[in-house]
């Protein structure tokens, strides 16, 4: 199974076509470059948190509090204020950081791995298999989020492995359904037929002939449900269901804080405005990669 220099040079052609459309747009390039700060943060966090100066879940209970016990608001000694116990706000959120940005990505990269695999050899096989690796798709996608979460936690309680397993088992469902569906039409190609009449065998069809045809489709789906599993962390954290304390995450953090928003409104907008940031940027980082991809697509520079 030989590639010819025709089908190479196209390749190479469009490839220069979609960098030079994410180029152009201009919200694309300040997203992905939010993400790659997330990034440089979590691999440089403990440098970042030595530059602070305090740690993580170091409590000041005497320079960081007032004297009725109140959280200090951002200053000079605490950049973004303190938390409920006089830890350093954005130590808290730096270390965070790291649980984050882990999370979403390994998370995400399992799910669409899982999902690919599984929609691969139903949308190829057709028939029972098909019929039978649906349905279970099916069943996982009915099963409520939260409800699964609170009793996988009561069994084996919060920790960071039943946290990530039930965040994968809940979000590779779909890229399963729309990869099964993608394979069903792919399949039908000319190119497919030939490599079957040269006497390819099924995994390498499904795995060197149709896989590289909708990769692009894949990567695209697989950087939007990146912000959604940053959601889910925040949501399983904000109910005590994620990560234990005192490890530092940012829906934990609010969760910890939420009683005192009136007289420390700054414990909750900066941890808020960290996952609203995350979340937006990997959310244009998708549609961007999607609008190049899509050969009809004018481009978005102006946008």
Request: proline share 6%.
């Amino acid at each position: 199974m030989q590639t010819s220099p025709a089908s190479v040079s196209h390749g190479l052609t469009a490839r220069r076509r979609v960098f030079r459309r994410l180029l152009r747009d201009r919200s694309f390039l300040i997203a992905f470059g939010v993400i790659v700060s997330l990034i440089l943060t979590a691999i440089f966090n403990p440098l970042i948190i030595h530059l602070i100066g305090h740690g993580p879940n170091e409590p000041f209970r005497e320079t960081g509090l007032t004297v009725g016990g109140v959280p200090l608001p951002p200053g000079g000694d605490f950049l973004l204020g303190t938390d409920v116990v006089g830890r350093d706000l954005l130590a808290r959120l730096v270390a965070g950081t790291r649980v984050t940005v882990f999370v979403a990505v390994s998370c995400a990269m399992l799910s669409v791995s899982l999902g690919v695999v599984v929609g691969l050899f139903a949308g190829y096989r057709g028939g029972t298999v098909d019929a039978m690796l649906s349905g279970f798709i099916d069943v996982v996608l009915g099963l409520p989020f939260l409800v699964t979460a609170i009793a996988l936690v009561s069994v084996y309680g919060a920790s960071f492995p039943v946290m990530t397993g039930t965040i994968v088992f809940f979000t590779w469902g779909p890229i399963a359904r729309i990869v099964r569906n993608l394979v069903v039409s792919t399949k039908e190609n000319e190119f497919v037929d030939a490599a079957r009449m040269l006497g390819a065998s099924d995994l390498y069809i499904m795995f060197r002939e149709i896989l590289p045809n909708i990769a692009g489709q894949i990567v695209v789906y697989g950087s939007l449900l990146i912000p959604q599993v940053i959601v889910l962390e925040a949501s399983l954290s904000f109910l005590g269901l994620g990560v234990p304390p005192p490890t530092a995450t940012w829906g934990g953090i609010i969760a910890e804080n939420q009683t005192n928003y009136a007289v420390a409104w700054w414990s909750i907008l900066f941890p808020s405005l960290a996952l609203l940031m995350a979340t937006l940027a990997f959310n244009i980082v998708g549609d961007g990669l999607r609008d190049a991809l899509d050969p009809t697509a004018k481009g978005r520079g102006g946008r």
